[in-house]
């Protein structure tokens, strides 16, 4: 399928991500941590989709989006945090292999903690976001895509780290085997894994060399 929507708001979360509200279609389901297919409905363009992932709570009357700008590139991102409410993106079909299972710990890189973001916004309107534990890691603390709401919803089980700056607010690590050593302890709890493809890869093998079954690691393949 594919439905035309108006983008309703856009809102700026740090300084190369925006929020985008968008019209939601009647009928129209998605499970936290799932995404689709997302083009601009402008002349030359209907068809370049790039995928991004719902990070609105699935009860909310809209869809929401929330993407990240990359300075080296001048595709569709840039293209989208050009536009303005009013504008119109084409939306397809649901799709995504991320979805809750059960409490554990969330490792994301970057903009890889989108698929977390509904997940997470679900288990707290829930009361459920006990036994939960999110490491999150970016380049520098100016990157961090929603650290107060993600401080809020999991307290002190909200961890960032920085790999790019020396900070005095969040360790400079990198999450390898090493860190994976120190800040768990216990493999046999569910681990849901999103960032760039390199580092899902790399943390999955070593997951499993830490123990951890194959069953249990939660991440788009």
């Known amino acids: 399928m594919k439905a035309i929507v108006k983008i309703q708001s856009i809102k700026q979360v740090t300084h190369d991500v925006k929020c985008f509200r ?19 409905n402008q002349p030359g363009l209907e068809e370049e989709t790039r995928p991004f992932t719902f990070t609105a709570l699935t009860t909310e009357k809209y869809l929401e989006f929330t993407i990240k700008r990359y300075e080296d590139h001048h595709g569709i991102t840039d293209k ?34 989108t ?5 997470l916004r679900h288990l707290y309107q829930e009361g459920k976001t006990a036994g939960n534990t999110l490491f999150f890691s970016n380049k520098t603390a100016e990157d961090i895509i929603y650290r107060e709401e993600l401080q809020k919803i999991l307290g002190q089980q909200a961890h960032f780290v920085v790999t790019k700056e020396k900070s005095a607010q969040y ?19 569910h681990f849901y894994l999103c960032g760039p493809d390199a580092m899902v890869s790399e943390l999955a093998k070593t997951l499993e060399k830490l123990g951890a079954s194959t069953d249990t690691v939660v991440f788009e393949k």
């Open 22 to 40: 968008i019209e939601k279609p009647e009928g129209y389901q998605f499970t936290p941590g799932q995404a689709t297919d997302v083009s601009i």
């Open 115 to 119: 698929p977390f973001i509904a997940i």
């Open 171 to 189: 360790p400079t690590a990198r999450i390898d085997e090493s860190f994976l050593k120190q800040h768990i302890g216990d493999f046999s709890r």
């Open 80 to 113: 989208l945090h050009r536009l303005e409410p009013g504008n119109e993106l084409i939306i397809r079909d649901v799709w995504g292999a991320i979805e809750y299972k059960g409490p554990g710990y969330f490792i994301a890189g970057g903009a890889g903690i």
